[in-house]
């Protein structure tokens, strides 16, 4: 991650965490006859795995990668 350190992966996961609470309570809203939709939920979550991987990326803790070889006698 390019340009990104750890303590502002850290804050983007928690402002991710923060709006997926808001909106599991308080999603969309009506005034008269007209309704407001504050966000889309599952963005919101796509967010919070996006992020999550950011900062295990930057703790060192990403995936772990298996490489496979060929062996040849040229």
């Keep these: 991650m390019a340009g990104i350190d750890l303590q ?6 928690a402002a ?8 599991t309570t308080h999603q969309s ?3 008269g ?3 407001l939709t504050k966000a889309d939920l599952k963005e ?9 991987g950011v900062v295990n990326q930057l703790k060192g ?7 496979r ?3 040849r006698d040229n």
């Excluded at 502002?8 to 996961?13: D, N």
């Excluded at 991710?16 to 909106?23: H, S």
């Design 8 to 13: 502002t992966a850290e804050k983007h996961l």
């Design 16 to 23: 991710w965490l923060e709006a997926e609470l808001e909106l």
């Design 29 to 31: 809203y009506r005034i």
């Design 33 to 35: 006859t007209r309704w």
């Design 44 to 52: 919101v979550r796509n967010q919070i795995k996006y992020w999550q």
């Design 61 to 67: 803790r990403g995936r772990n990668r298996v490489y």
């Design 69 to 71: 070889g060929v062996l």
